[in-house]
């Protein structure tokens, strides 16, 4: 039996939202499962459910549901566990936040000691690291044509408090543009601190994580990439970043570190990629490992106290494109600006030292 013109287009209609429905079912399974979609997938996905369960989409808007798929999301390859296992992901709204207690804490006395510092070995692999720490570096720092240091941001937006009052005020929000009050100010204090030694260093500003957050990484690498195409012999690259520990419920931990003059400063922390796994393998990360080891102990020979535990595990963190590659955490998102500035300055004079010690 024929139909007509009118049924016919009920019947696709219904046929048409019936797979919208299910293209729907399949992608909010699929993301809470967390698989790595791109971009403009994960868009059609949110505008399938917006226009085919609208009450589900409006539901998910308001408790930031979907907000968290789109902004926190990180990237499987890149970004997984980008910060410490305690990273915490702070809306862009602020309106559910109570006030958090901070929890000051000095790093620093666990896991393996090698020399005057200790490492958290997060491999499962055994790894001799006096070996590597005996694997000294050289650098030549006469070349002023050639800089020594590269500092960039993958998370350019992480932010710091503004004032030590022992909590996290309500409506904190950890992430912010302002290049005065994020991570960025700490690389400019630290990017100072090595010119005024005389050290010659690039300090570059790109957003990577904003609008999104996912895919960071990656953009960094595109950053860093152009940066190692004019200047392949550049020594130190550092990825600068503020971690983030501790919860809601026990409170914001801050990692401190009692300079001169009676000043709190934020503890910095080294992280190194290891390239033991197949899946993650690039040659030079024992090199990195023997810049990172090298740093620490310099750091700990200037300013004893200064450095939480150095971490190596499974990861890459765009380490895998050059040699002298290393991400330093600078405090958390419970210290204050100027304590992570301090820091920075000292960072800057360590690496100074650091590099006129192995000097060829």
């Known amino acids: 039996m024929l139909c007509t013109k009118s049924q016919f287009l009920k019947i696709s ?16 399974t699929f993301k809470l499962y967390k698989l790595n979609w791109p971009s ?10 917006k226009m085919s369960v609208p009450e589900v989409y409006e539901t998910g808007k308001k408790n930031n549901f979907l907000d968290k798929f789109e902004n926190c999301e990180q990237d499987e390859k890149y970004e997984k ?30 896991g393996t000691k090698c020399s005057n510092f ?8 055994e790894i001799n690291f006096d070996k590597y720490l005996n694997k000294k570096p050289k650098f030549s720092i006469k070349n002023k044509k050639v800089p020594l240091v590269l500092i960039y941001h993958t998370h350019t937006s992480e932010g710091y408090m503004e004032k030590d009052n022992g909590v996290v005020p ?7 543009q302002d290049n005065d009050k994020n ?27 904003f609008p999104s957050y996912n895919g960071a990484y990656k953009r960094s690498a595109a950053t860093v990439k152009k940066y190692i195409n004019k200047y392949p012999k550049i ?36 992280v190194c990629g290891c390239g033991i796994d197949k899946s993650l393998k690039f040659s030079h990360w024992e090199k990195n490992l023997s810049l990172a080891l090298n740093l620490q102990n310099v750091c700990e020979e200037k300013f004893p106290g200064l450095t939480r535990e ?4 499974n990861v890459v963190y765009n380490q895998n494109m050059t040699s002298g590659a290393i991400l330093i955490e600078v405090g958390s998102d419970a210290n204050t600006l100027e304590e992570s500035k301090l820091a920075a300055q000292m960072l800057g004079e360590s690496i100074f030292y650091f590099l006129k010690k192995f000097a060829k």
């Open 118 to 125: 200790y490492i958290k070995n997060k491999t499962g692999r």
């Open 183 to 209: 991570i960025v100010a700490v690389g400019k204090k630290l990017a100072e601190t090595l010119k005024k030694s005389g050290i010659s260093v690039i300090h570059d500003t790109t957003v990577h994580d």
């Open 13 to 28: 209609t219904s046929i048409f939202y019936s797979l919208i429905i299910l293209f729907s079912i399949f992608s909010v």
């Open 235 to 270: 020594p130190i690259v550092i990825d600068l970043h503020r971690d983030s520990i501790g919860d809601d419920k026990t409170g914001r931990i801050k990692p401190v570190f009692h300079a001169k003059n009676n000043k709190k400063a934020a503890q910095i922390m080294l």
């Open 81 to 110: 566990n980008s910060q410490s296992e305690n990273k915490s992901c702070f809306s862009s709204s602020s309106e559910n936040f109570t006030s958090y207690k901070i929890l000051e804490t000095q790093f620093g006395k666990s």
């Open 40 to 49: 403009l997938l994960n868009k059609f996905c949110c505008f399938a459910v």
């Open 310 to 313: 150095l971490i190596i595990k």
């Open 170 to 176: 309500k409506g904190f929000n950890a992430r912010t």
